[in-house]
T-cell receptor, first 115, second 114 residues
Framework: QQQVKQSPQSLIVQKGGISIINCAYE??????FPWYQQFPGKGPALLIA?????SEKKEGRFTISFNKSAKQFSLHIMDSQPGDSATYFC??????????????FGTGTKLQVIP | DVKVTQSSRYLVKRTGEKVFLECVQD?????MFWYRQDPGLGLRLIYF???????EKGDIPEGYSVSREKKERFSLILESASTNQTSMYLC?????????????FGPGTRLTVT
C-alpha cells in the first residue's frame, strides 16, 4: 500500500523556471515531512522539511507548501538551475515511542533543468 | 560531518550465494536502517535497528536478515540471493529522539544477482 503518492515521475524545466513536485499522504499520524535530494551515484540527502502545524517553509529557492486538511504537500524550486537536476523524494515520518523514525518515501521525481 | 559508509559500491553475486552488505556510521547514531531503492518504487524499508542487538522488520523483510553487534555497524544479509534482489541498497542512520531528526544516507551498494 503506497502511503505517500508523488507526482510527476519526471519533470523537465527550463533554467530560471519554477519546478513543482506534489505529494499526498493518507496517514494523519505522520508528524514530519522531509524532502530528500539525490544526485546520481549518491545517497539521498535532506533538502528541507516541515512540521504539519506549519503551512509553508522557505529555505533559499526551495519552498514547501503544506495543506493539512487536504493531506497534500509540495516542493517548489524557484529560479531552477541545471545544478538542481536530481531525483527528489518526498517523505512522511512517524516518530515512534522507541525514539526511532519510520519514514515512508514517495516514488521519486527525476528533475532535469535545461539551460 | 556525518559519514555513513557502505562496504561496496558495486557487487555482482550468483543466485543462491550468501551476501553481506556492511554499513558503518561515525556519528554515534542510535538508529540505523536498510532500504532498497528501485525505479518507480522509491525507497522501501527492509529492516532497522534502534540499539545494539535490536532489530525490527520494515516493510519488505522477506529474504533478508540483519545484524547489529556494535553501535556503529549494521549489516544486511541475503541468505540465498535471488535475481529479484537485484537492486540499489541504501543504509541510513539517525539520532534517537524527538521530531525533526533527519536520516543520513550512505552512497549505496548496487547489487546485481545473476
Amino acid at each position: 500500500q503506497q502511503q505517500v503518492k508523488q507526482s510527476p515521475q519526471s519533470l523537465i524545466v527550463q533554467k530560471g523556471g519554477i519546478s513543482i513536485i506534489n505529494c499526498a499522504y493518507e496517514n494523519t499520524a505522520f508528524d514530519y515531512f522531509p524532502w530528500y535530494q539525490q544526485f546520481p551515484g549518491k545517497g539521498p540527502a535532506l533538502l528541507i522539511a516541515i512540521r504539519p502545524d506549519v503551512s509553508e517553509k522557505k529555505e533559499g529557492r526551495f519552498t514547501i507548501s503544506f495543506n493539512k486538511s487536504a493531506k497534500q504537500f509540495s516542493l517548489h524550486i524557484m529560479d531552477s538551475q541545471p545544478g538542481d537536476s536530481a531525483t527528489y523524494f518526498c517523505a512522511a515520518t512517524l516518530h515512534m515511542a522507541g525514539g526511532y523514525q519510520k519514514v515512508t518515501f514517495g516514488t521519486g521525481t527525476k528533475l532535469q533543468v535545461i539551460p | 560531518d556525518v559519514k555513513v559508509t557502505q562496504s561496496s559500491r558495486y557487487l555482482v553475486k550468483r543466485t543462491g550465494e550468501k551476501v553481506f552488505l556492511e554499513c558503518v556510521q561515525d556519528m554515534d547514531h542510535e538508529n540505523m536502517f536498510w532500504y532498497r531503492q528501485d525505479p518507480g518504487l522509491g525507497l522501501r524499508l527492509i529492516y532497522f535497528s534502534y540499539d545494539v542487538k535490536m532489530k525490527e522488520k520494515g516493510d519488505i523483510p522477506e529474504g533478508y536478515s540483519v545484524s547489529r553487534e556494535k553501535k556503529e555497524r549494521f549489516s544486511l544479509i541475503l541468505e540465498s540471493a535471488s535475481t529479484n534482489q537485484t537492486s540499489m541498497y541504501l543504509c541510513a542512520s539517525s539520532l534517537r529522539g524527538l521530531v525533526g531528526y533527519e536520516q543520513y544516507f550512505g552512497p549505496g551498494t548496487r547489487l546485481t544477482v545473476t
